[in-house]
Every structure is written in C-alpha cells, then in structure tokens.
C-alpha cells in the first residue's frame, strides 16, 4: 500500500516486454535522487518472460519495485492496463515509463520534482520530447519531436516524460476509465483542461527518455486509419460528455489539424 517514506511512484506498465524490461528498470532504479521512490510495475498478462524478468528484479530490490500481475489482459477488455488496485500504491506524485521505454538521464526525476515545487505545477515535462528507436532489420535510428518553444497543446510530449500530481492522475484515471478514453492523446487534453484548478504545465529543455516504436507495441502497429479513427471517438466523446474546458481543447486541436492541412500553420 501506499508508503509516506516515498515521495514519487514511477508506473512502468508491460506486456510481453521481455527484450526491453531488464533495461527499463535499470534506467528506472538508477535515478539519482534526494528522495525515495518506488517502481510500480503492472504486467498486463504477459506470455513471455517479462514477469520473471520484473520478479528477479524485485527480488534484488525488494524495497523500490512493486509488481502487479493482471489475471488478463485488461488493455484488450478494458481499454487500460492499469487495475484500480494499483491507485492504492501512488504516492504525491507520478512518474511514467513503459516497459518498452527507458529513461536516458539519471537525474530525471530530481529535476522534475524540483519544479514541481518551484511552480506548484499539475504537470511537467521534458521539452525535447524522447527519441523514437525505430526498429527495422537490426537498424536502429532517433529523432526528436521537438527541438524548442513554449508548452501548447497542438505540442506532442511522450509520457515517457511526465510527471504528474497524483491528485490531477486519479482525477484523469477515473474519467477516462468511465468513457474508456485511457491513452495517450486524452491524458494529454485532459492535463490541458484542468491548469486552472491544479497548476501549470512546465517543460524542461532537456533529453530524459528514449521510446520504442516495434511491431508488439500497442500503438504503433497500428495502421494510419485506424489511429485516426481512434483519435475521432476520443474527440467525439468529448464534444459530447466532455466539460467545458475539454470541448474548448477539442476544437483548438481541430482547428489546428484543418490549418495544417492547408498549411497555414506549421
């Protein structure tokens, strides 16, 4: 359950992750920090070795990893992996990194909480967003998202990078788990939603993780139709049982997407 003694949970979610975990959890243990933290890691009924990857792990760290086992795959039933048990581990604030996703600084965490603190933010974030490892014969290439600006929500920052109020993520958990909105895009239109109640949205400038695409992850097999028809039924729902502040988001997003077609904006 929940431990006073630890400031920050890092989420780190799994499925069939059995050739990336191991370097996952390295990069999520060695964070160098002047308070406690704890590993959450939920395994979505994976069918490879992933789970006795995370199980040696705990053992050899008893005191920073948590595991959770789902008895299913709640991704394909629920739309989420993360089980409403796993909310009762939490402390103040959240970190995320997928099993597949890895962080690249070892001082992510202190830099973040840092401005939490500085700005009483709901959210921060890392401004150079992480590198996309694309996975194709052996090849492996990076780029990043964004070279530089301020935090808008036309911008695009991979969670891999947040860090979260625990207060502004049960918020976001529980409406999305009511209109199955869980996932990138929505957590994303609902941080925006909710600056004036619980803080603003920092960016640091600095590199801090390094993300996946590959053929078992959850998104990215995806064809281009299928991730718009995705996009579309978050919109919808919004615009139809949103509040007020997510419609407003919705139709700043939209319009953004029309201007860039026609490349009025960049």
Sequence with gaps: MTDDRYLVSILCCTYNHENYIKDTLYSLINQKTSFKFKVIVVDD???????DIVKRFQKKFPESIVLIENDFNHYSSVGHPVPEKALEYLGPFIALCDGDDLWIDDTKLEKQM???????????????????????????????TRKNGSVDVTDYF???TFVFSTAVFKEQYYRAKKFRLFGDL?????????????????????????YRLHQNGVWSPKSSFQKKISRLRIFVILLLYGTLSEKKIVFQLILFKFLRRFQLVT
Excluded: E
């Excluded at 009924?45 to 789970?51: A, M, W, Y």
């Excluded at 992480?130 to 052996?138: D, K, M, Y």
């Excluded at 109640?197 to 590199?207: D, E, K």
């Design 45 to 51: 009924f994976s069918q490879d070795n992933t789970v």
């Design 114 to 144: 840092a401005v939490h603190f500085a700005h009483k933010c709901s959210l921060c974030v890392c401004l150079h967003t992480a590198g996309t490892s694309i996975l194709s014969q052996n090849k492996v290439s990076s780029r990043s």
């Design 158 to 160: 991979h969670p891999s």
């Design 186 to 210: 929505y957590m994303w239109i609902f941080a925006h939603s909710v600056v004036n109640r619980f803080g603003p949205i920092v960016a640091l400038p600095m590199y801090s993780a390094f």
